[in-house]
T-cell receptor
Framework: DAGVIQSPRHEVTEMGQEVTLRCKPI?????LFWYRQTMMRGLELLIY????????DSGMPEDRFSAKMPNASFSTLKIQPSEPRDSAVYFC?????????????FGEGSRLTVL | AQTVTQSQPEMSVQEAETVTLSCTYD???????LFWYKQPPSRQMILVIR??????QNATENRFSVNFQKAAKSFSLKISDSQLGDTAMYFC???????????FGKGTHLIIQP
């Protein structure tokens, strides 16, 4: 079975540009999470979806960040305009939900560098 | 809000030794789950072990075991017969039962020396 698939694996962009990160969760999983990892702040939950519906976006840093999940097999995290402080590794994770006690399955992450 | 604390930013041991990584958490709830995730240099987050708070027995997965002390809110990871491939960042994580989204500690960088 394929795991969580993220793209791109690496992205280098200039300040002010729009960045779109993509995620395909594991088939059958009904929860999807976006995390950001930095040295200073560790792993932070940005937003999560249950059955394609955003449940909690309190971790989204500001209005420049937005996330969508148009169907059960695809989600995007968009940053517009990007800033150097957005440089981080962004992880997508999926889960079967509470039945398994919340175990998350992670993608390989997208490393974003904003110059 | 729940918090997870890992007090050891970095640890280094010799191959074949046993090492224990510490983790404490703070919650007023009784129903929750605890996890240890491993992040090798490849960046992939890999589940190492899981513990249900309602279970008194400590979870074990091959060379990995936990010491779960519910009253002390402590959840340490013991790695026996450490191997070079165990070199990685290790994250302790917590989730309330019925909730979604794990809360992670800041991680411990474990280095296994040959």
């Amino acid at each position: 079975d394929a795991g969580v698939i993220q793209s791109p694996r690496h992205e280098v962009t200039e300040m002010g540009q729009e960045v779109t990160l993509r995620c395909k969760p594991i088939s059958g999983h009904n929860s999807l999470f976006w995390y950001r990892q930095t040295m200073m702040r560790g792993l932070e939950l940005l937003i999560y979806f249950n059955n394609n519906v955003p449940i909690d976006d309190s971790g989204m840093p500001e209005d420049r960040f937005s996330a969508k999940m148009p169907n059960a097999s695809f989600s995007t995290l968009k940053i517009q305009p990007s800033e150097p402080r957005d440089s981080a590794v962004y992880f997508c994770a999926s889960s079967s939900g509470r039945a398994l006690g919340g175990e998350l399955f992670f993608g390989e992450g997208s490393r974003l560098t904003v110059l | 809000a729940q918090t997870v604390t890992q007090s050891q930013p970095e640890m280094s041991v010799q191959e074949a030794e046993t090492v224990t990584l510490s983790c404490t958490y703070d919650t007023s709830e009784n129903n929750y789950y605890l996890f240890w995730y491993k992040q090798p240099p490849s960046r992939q987050m890999i589940l190492v072990i899981r513990q249900e708070a309602y279970k008194q027995q400590n979870a074990t997965e091959n060379r990995f075991s936990v010491n779960f002390q519910k009253a002390a809110k402590s959840f340490s990871l013991k790695i026996s017969d450490s191997q070079l491939g165990d070199t990685a960042m290790y994250f302790c994580a917590f989730v309330l039962g019925g909730a979604d989204g794990l809360t992670f500690g800041k991680g411990t960088h474990l280095i296994i020396q040959p």
